[in-house]
């Protein structure tokens, strides 16, 4: 082997080490910048703004973008990373401090501040009223013609689109985050569980359950509801989302037993935490009451990986389970 393949051979080496090591720290989630995510992992990083993102529709599948000042990086070293991102002292801080994370959480303000327009009420109607688990809204405007409904498997970004006449405001991933939607007079109902989507991007996207609800009068939008957490029980399965992880659920998003309305991913017939960095993963304690550390797996071309288990470390202090335990199988 001449000199030139042995230096073509340490190069491909050196490439593998460090695409391994970027995979090892959760897909694209590690310390690097979002620039090099997208050149090792394009599949699962290409259109995405991993770091530096502006809102939830910048970042991959079943993630949100969050301000993550623990692990920011300071402005002078935002500035190192992204050379040419930085034409703002406040662009350097978003750079450094908006991530895109796996959450459980939604802004349930979405509605509301996204239209900015006043808000009403959406409840859970009285079971002697109606027991077949429908929502009523009490105190739309006046002026309400129409209520526009949706169950929301993500959280709703609203943006300004633009038009011949002027900008106008709409869900930017109404596609991606709804399942179901409905539309009624104002004094109707939603019910949770009518009608389907048959959109095939809602198992990567569904992280949980939340219905959210808009009025227009008869010229425009004029009110908005907060986002109301459901149980997965409320509101049943859908396309993508199942509620036992059998064999043909692998990948599926599942319902997380004993962890409020959040989703995982079915693996291995376990419904398991998502993950972008084992700093997602916690501990996990095994029916026969040893605890052990659980570690994030990602596949290669994915962003978000599921916590696993590492039957070699038990947790330092073990005396309970932690955040990155199966929900349910």
Do not use: K
């Not at 070293?77 to 978003?94: H, M, Q």
């Amino acid at each position: 082997m001449g000199s030139a393949d042995v230096a073509r051979a340490l190069l491909g080496l050196f490439v593998l080490l460090a695409l391994g090591q970027l995979i090892a720290a959760g897909g694209c989630g590690g310390d690097g910048p979002a620039e090099l995510c997208q050149a090792s992992l394009p599949e699962a990083c290409q259109g995405f703004a991993v770091r530096g993102c502006r809102d939830s529709v910048e970042c991959p599948p079943a993630t949100a973008c969050r301000q993550n000042i623990s692990e920011g990086i300071p402005i002078s070293g935002s500035r190192a990373l992204y050379p040419d991102g930085c034409d703002a002292e406040d662009d350097c801080e978003r750079d450094a401090r908006m991530h895109c994370v796996v959450t459980a959480e939604v802004d349930r303000d979405a509605l509301i501040a996204g239209f900015g327009v006043p808000g009403f009420l959406l409840r859970r109607a009285s079971p002697e009223v109606d027991d077949s688990g429908a929502l009523v809204w009490s105190s739309p405007p006046e002026d309400a013609v129409l209520v526009q409904c949706a169950l929301f498997v993500c959280e709703p970004v609203v943006r300004p689109v633009a038009t011949d006449d002027e900008p106008r405001l709409e869900i930017a991933n109404y596609e991606q985050c709804v399942a179901r939607d409905q539309q009624a007079p104002p004094d109707g109902a939603f019910d949770v569980q009518f009608g389907a989507s048959t959109s095939g991007a809602l198992a990567r996207h569904a992280t949980g359950y939340w219905a959210g609800c808009w009025a227009y009068s008869q010229s425009e939008l004029v009110a908005a509801t907060l986002l109301e957490p459901l149980e997965f029980g409320e509101v049943g399965p859908i396309p993508g989302v199942v509620e036992a992880c059998t064999d043909e659920a692998e990948d599926m998003a599942c319902p997380l037993v004993g962890q409020g309305t959040g989703f995982g991913t079915c693996t291995a017939g376990e419904c398991r935490n998502r993950c972008v960095t084992d700093r997602d993963c916690g501990c996990e304690t095994s029916a026969e009451g040893n605890t052990f550390t659980t570690h994030c797996a990602v596949r290669h071309g994915d962003y978000v990986g599921v916590c696993v288990v590492d039957p070699s470390n038990r947790c330092p202090g073990a005396g309970g389970g932690g955040t990155g335990g199966a929900g349910g199988g």
